[in-house]
Nanobody, 128 residues
Framework: VQLQASGGGWVQAGDSLSLSCAAS????????MAWFRQAPGKEREFVAA???????????YYTDSVKGRFTISRDRVKNTVYLRMSSLRPEDTAVYYC???????????????????WGQGTQVTVSS
């Protein structure tokens, strides 16, 4: 599985931005796709995840700081996961990475180690 993220850019606080992550190769029968982000000098952190297939397919999960502002979705025909970001804040500034993992369980969903494949990252900059 190869992941190609796109859609980052520079926006002002309060604006919206959408990211895409196109997956190529064979998608697994039971897995999860997610978005993480990493701000300068900080650890890579979980943003959102969606069950790609299998049990709870389509279910979405978010870190508290983005709930109500970000929406993750997937298109299984296009093999693409999206992250729609609204009401952006300067603290959302980071490099955003998409990730895919087989057999990700609930307790590890927010852990980088649960994911097998990573995209190259796309920069999102929010100015105040």
């Amino acid at each position: 599985v190869q992941l190609q993220a796109s859609g980052g850019g520079w926006v002002q606080a309060g604006d919206s931005l959408s990211l895409s992550c196109a997956a190529s190769g064979s998608m697994f029968s039971s897995g999860t796709m997610a978005w993480f982000r990493q701000a300068p000098g900080k650890e890579r952190e979980f943003v959102a995840a969606v069950r790609w297939s299998g049990y709870s397919s389509g279910n979405t999960y978010y870190t508290d700081s983005v709930k109500g502002r970000f929406t993750i979705s997937r298109d299984r025909v296009k093999n693409t996961v999206y992250l729609r970001m609204s009401s952006l804040r300067p603290e959302d500034t980071a490099v955003y990475y998409c990730a895919a993992g087989r057999g990700v369980i609930a307790s590890s969903r927010a852990s980088r180690n649960a994911y097998d494949y990573w995209g190259q990252g796309t920069q999102v900059t929010v100015s105040s």
